[in-house]
């Protein structure tokens, strides 16, 4: 299951202003804390953060909203977070404050949905999800070695890392997946 946080909405609230750009550090940590209320009242649920209606992210928000919040995922009744409706410009304060804590999130790009991933994505794993997003579906360690003419267990240690970090959900099978994105 999964729950739609739309941000504009919670930026509404935490500001009272109508603008719709996320910029200032108090800003970002008032989003930030409406997410968790929002996401501790939805446990075990994939958490869709919605940056389509979003304008400006600069790096103080990006670092409050999505890096500190994925900082504390794992504290929170969630499945994942995944952020959806991210433009290019978003993508770039996101991932730069996502790479100074060395983390990585699943993001859907606005407008054509494809899955990328953001932050400080090691070489391996950024094959393994390149792979995973180009032929979808259930993959075990040996496939996406034979496909990458890798060795097992250099396939399976980026599958669990991309697990452990949530972008991809792991099957009872010992298969990973992206999961369902909506």
Wanted: proline letters at 5%; glycine letters at 8%.
């Amino acid at each position: 299951m999964s729950a739609m946080i739309p941000l504009d909405s919670l930026l509404r609230e935490a500001t009272a202003a109508t603008y719709s750009d996320l910029v200032t550090r108090p800003t970002g940590a008032a989003v930030r804390d409406r997410v968790v209320g929002a996401l501790r009242e939805r446990p075990r649920t994939q958490a869709l953060l919605d940056f389509s209606r979003i304008g400006l992210v600069d790096f103080s928000c990006a670092d409050e909203v999505v890096a500190k919040l994925i900082r504390a995922v794992h504290d929170l009744p969630v499945s994942r977070v995944v952020l959806t409706g991210v433009r290019e410009d978003h993508a770039e304060a996101i991932d730069h404050a996502l790479a100074r804590y060395g983390l990585v999130v699943l993001a859907l790009e606005a407008g054509t949905g494809r899955p990328r991933l953001l932050g400080e994505v090691p070489v391996d794993w950024g094959a393994v999800f390149a792979h995973c997003v180009a032929a979808p579906g259930p993959h075990d360690a040996d496939g996406v070695a034979a496909a990458l003419a890798w060795p097992a267990t250099r396939a399976r240690q980026a599958l669990e890392g991309l697990c452990t970090c949530r972008c991809l959900l792991a099957g009872p099978d010992a298969t990973y997946d992206l999961g369902a994105l909506a």
